[in-house]
């Protein structure tokens, strides 16, 4: 029996009430309703996500299982041997691309010691996105995920990150994203570059660069949005 193979599914960046199903590939559609076990990070969301794909799919005919910081090996390998016996499993973050600051990855690196093929379908990436719109370097960049929240240990990171060259791209939870801002002002030299990237392709969208020194007159609403920073 051959192996089957791990899908990487994409979902909108945004509110999922907001998306046109015409943004989304038709090729992903297509292996999208072929696959009848998912790995994901919410299933909620999943399942609407899949029934806005295809309004007829029979979703209790589908397997869901949650990945997420707590998953253990054991729980990764149980979707190996579903794949290993010939299930084509696809992955679903909350939302844009599985495997960047997400438990995907840890599934996709078992599968890769399992020699199970992985394949990333095509979708938004606001990590990327934001870059994009940010005219910062797009030639030598590093993602830094989350940000510790102690003021002190904030400060030890961005004192190592300072030194490095490149653009430095982090996000942070909505609800923190002000108090991250504003540390970010203090913190940085005023020459450096700061891009604030918010609630990309969504109502509320905002993508701004700007040096420090001219931060502070910015006028901008992150509460509760989904906010990318990237500073060089």
Known sequence: MSKGEIYLIPLPIHNLEEFNISSIPTINIQHINTIKVFAVEKIRTSRRFLKKVNPSINIDELRFIEINKRSTN???????????????????SEAGCPGIADPGQALCEIAHQNNIKVIPLIGPSSIIMALMA????GQQFSFHGYLPIKDNELNNKLNKIIKLPGAHIFIETPYRNEKLLKHLIKKLHPDKKLCIATDINGKHE??????????????????KQPTIFIFE
């Open 206 to 223: 905002k993508i701004i660069t700007k040096k420090i020194a001219d931060m502070k007159d910015i006028q901008i609403n992150l509460k």
């Open 74 to 92: 054991q729980d990764y390998n149980q979707i190996i041997s579903i794949i290993t016996e010939g299930n084509n499993v696809g992955v679903m």
């Open 134 to 137: 940010s005219g910062l370097n």
